[in-house]
């Protein structure tokens, strides 16, 4: 007898459905392992892009504001020390996501402060004694993705900010305080880091899921979902898709392809999300996110998003005409006196393509923040940023160049870096985008 033959084939469709959202993150990881041994990337090793990212970088949503860095942990059999530089108050931030790309923990300038410190990462369960200093982290899972990020002002920044990525090491607990894993430049650590599809698995997905149940086990609030999926013959080391029961592996194939429908169904990776004046935030990005289609959603397509307090993100594609943002038209953004938004960190405002890259453009800007050399506030305080394809009578101090008439449709993307409770709790109000020829 068959699975199918013992069960309503319909149920079990929707319970492999199920398990297809709730696998993702999982599964993920699994395959962005799996890419950095063959690019020959090694566990217990940051990585950090000597250089800011341009049109030509291949992450989605690059951030021009912030030196990136990556990295796997491997925490199965020991510790991972991680080393933090004086960073003299600058923003950097190390982000630890689990094999479910949960973002457990943060050490950093909101968190953690800017002097040197040692933590220690342990694994689940792991026992023993740390040197004299080290705080402890502990990690749900084996596997951990490291995300690094340091704020770079200008060019002639740069040095410094390297200065402080190059002094975020590792090193194994039974090798310290010998620093074995330094900081390594790498050019296209992230562009190495693509968005996967694990659509293209078809049943072979459910196999993936399994090896990662074995290798980084769930939580156990999730146990009793995971006790249904073994219906589905879906267990840690089990291989469904090579079970021999083709009306199984039949259920399998059909429920990853509506599985995946409904994810990329969702409009867009945020979640929680508000209208504010025309602007899309989130503020659903926790820690561990609960519901899994969120989950799915913000792990497919924007891993390593931020937590409110530590960054909030705004995002805006149509103009106050009701149209998509266009290189026909002109715009304005104005923050009244007093106005702009209100962090203890930065704010930076980026101009992404429709294919979620940097714009090309004649002078080379593609954000533009309040840490921008030159910006020019109006004899009242406020702020106009120009957002247009000609050059402002005003000059380029205030200018986001976006691309020339006739071009693809283009959107805007606020950051805001260690919001202040007024940011992160939605009682202030990004102002809205003006038509350019209705700005003051």
């Known amino acids: 007898m068959t699975v199918l033959e013992a069960d309503n084939p319909a149920m079990l469709k929707q319970l492999a459905i199920d398990a297809y959202i709730w696998g993702i993150p999982l599964v993920q990881t699994r395959m962005y ?22 049109p030509q970088s291949l992450v989605p949503l690059p951030n021009v504001d912030t030196l990136y860095g990556i990295g796997w942990l491997d925490l199965t059999t020991q ?9 003299h108050d600058r923003y950097y931030l190390v982000q630890l996501n689990d094999a479910y790309l949960n973002s457990f923990s943060y050490i950093g300038r909101r968190t953690t402060g800017t002097a040197p410190g040692l933590f220690a990462i342990c ?9 004299e200093g080290a705080i402890r982290v502990d990690a749900p899972t084996n596997h951990v993705l490291v995300i690094t ?18 002094g975020l090491s590792l ?4 090798d310290f305080p010998r620093i ?3 900081n390594r430049p790498i050019d296209d650590a992230f562009d190495n880091f693509p968005i996967l599809q694990p659509a293209r698995l078809g049943a072979r997905y459910f196999d993936e899921l399994c090896a990662g149940l074995l290798e980084n086990p769930p939580p156990e609030e999730d146990g009793p979902f995971l006790e249904k999926l073994t219906a589905l013959g879906i267990r840690p080391g089990a291989k469904p898709s090579q079970s021999g029961d083709s009306e199984l592996i039949d259920l399998l194939e059909q429920a990853a392809s509506e599985a995946n429908a409904i994810i990329h169904g969702r409009a ?6 508000r209208d504010v004046n025309g602007w899309q935030v989130s503020y659903g990005i926790t820690q561990r996110i609960e519901d899994p289609l969120d989950r799915a959603v913000v792990a497919k397509l924007g891993p390593g998003c931020l937590v409110p307090q530590e960054g909030l993100y705004f995002s805006l594609r149509q103009g106050p005409d009701g149209e998509l943002l266009s290189g026909d038209k002109s715009y304005a953004l104005i923050f009244p006196p007093g106005q702009t938004p ?8 980026t101009m992404y393509g429709d294919d979620w890259s940097l714009v090309e453009n004649p002078i080379d800007r593609y954000a533009i923040s309040n840490r921008t050399p030159g910006l020019l506030y109006e004899d009242d305080g406020s702020l106009i940023l120009y957002i247009q394809h000609e050059r402002p009578a005003s000059g380029t101090s205030n200018w986001l160049p976006c691309p020339p008439p006739g071009s693809p449709p283009f959107h805007l993307f606020m950051r805001t870096y260690q919001p202040r409770a007024e940011l992160s709790d939605g009682r202030y109000e990004m102002p809205p985008l003006q038509l350019g020829d209705s700005a003051r």
């Open 33 to 54: 392992l799996e890419l950095a041994e063959r690019l020959e990337l090694p566990f217990n090793q940051l990585f950090g892009t000597p250089e800011l990212c341009t």
């Open 79 to 87: 510790p991972q020390l991680l080393s933090v530089p004086e960073a």
């Open 123 to 131: 694994g689940p369960g792991w026992e023993g004694d740390l040197p």
């Open 149 to 166: 990020r340091v704020m770079v002002v200008d060019r002639d920044d740069l040095a410094e900010a390297l200065r402080v990525q190059q």
């Open 171 to 174: 090193t194994g607990l039974s």
């Open 180 to 182: 074995t894993n330094p």
């Open 268 to 273: 867009g990776w945020l979640i929680d999300t």
């Open 342 to 349: 209100p962090v203890d960190a930065f704010w930076s405002l």
